[in-house]
């Protein structure tokens, strides 16, 4: 089975960069990163953008639900000047740019399925849209994550060829049930819910264990000596300097 790489960037490199930009990808590359994390949410037109909140406010120059914005609107924001001046400009991608960016330079995926409230089959359809049309199996390693189980579901349903991650908050009653029936290539988890057992557990399960999301050394060395694979973290400077 293929690895996943010991640290993967989530939303880029968010402590570094304005997250799910190209800038905080590029930023993450920088510091060494070879498989990035990023949130797929639809626009109010259907468009697979990478974005987090289910709101505008907190990362763009923009006001409102991503969900009642069309993709026009939304492209027109500046995306990276509350991170820092020196970002100013910095605009939502596409996922469709993302995956260009990622393909030329060799750097690995794992989209997360970011669904709005309501739009679970929608936004799920839509992203494996695009990863049909934006990757093939010769690209890097590509992973699809989500929290929501029906995002999962028509994942394996509609691209049963793709490799899918359960996320889960605490390791909730049927995780493993879950694993078992998703045949997933890994579990991401909340960093804080990993017992000395939990890592064994998914191995055992086939699968591989990531731990998000962590910012130090501390909290990753005692996630690895638990068996943990893979951390996500906003910080790959710190992390990487230290691998
Ligand atoms: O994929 C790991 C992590 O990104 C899940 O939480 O809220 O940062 O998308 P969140
Ligand atoms: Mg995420």
Redesign the pocket.
């Known amino acids: 089975m293929k690895k996943l790489p010991k640290i993967i960037g989530?939303?880029g490199a968010a402590g570094l960069a304005p997250e799910n930009t190209l800038a905080g990808f590029r930023r993450a590359v920088d510091f060494g990163v070879r498989m990035i994390?990023?949130?797929a949410k639809l626009t109010a037109d259907g468009e697979v953008i990478c974005f987090?909140d289910e709101t505008l406010e907190r990362t763009t120059s923009g006001q409102g639900a991503v969900a009642e914005t069309p993709y026009a609107e939304i492209a027109e924001l500046d995306a990276g000047r509350w991170f820092a001046p020196e970002f100013a400009g910095t605009r939502v991608p596409l996922l469709s740019e993302a995956l260009a960016y990622f393909r030329a330079a060799g750097i690995a995926a794992n989209v997360?399925i970011?669904p709005c409230p309501g739009r679970e089959t929608e936004t799920a359809l839509k992203t494996l849209e695009v990863l049909d049309a934006h990757w093939s199996d010769a690209d890097p390693l590509m992973v699809i994550?989500s929290f929501q189980r029906v995002c999962l579901d028509l994942a394996q349903q509609h691209a049963p060829h793709w490799k899918r991650a359960l996320?889960t908050h605490h390791f909730e009653e049927g995780w493993k049930q879950a694993v078992r029936e998703l045949e997933a290539y890994s579990v991401h988890g909340n960093f804080a819910a990993f017992g000395k057992t939990h890592a064994m557990d998914v191995q055992l399960l086939g699968a591989q264990a990531a731990a998000?999301t962590v910012n130090d050394v501390e909290t990753t060395k005692i996630l690895f000596s638990a068996g943990v694979d893979s951390i996500?973290t906003d910080r790959p400077d710190i992390l990487a300097a230290w691998l």
């Open positions: 989530h939303r994390e990023l949130d987090h997360e970011k994550s996320l998000y996500i």
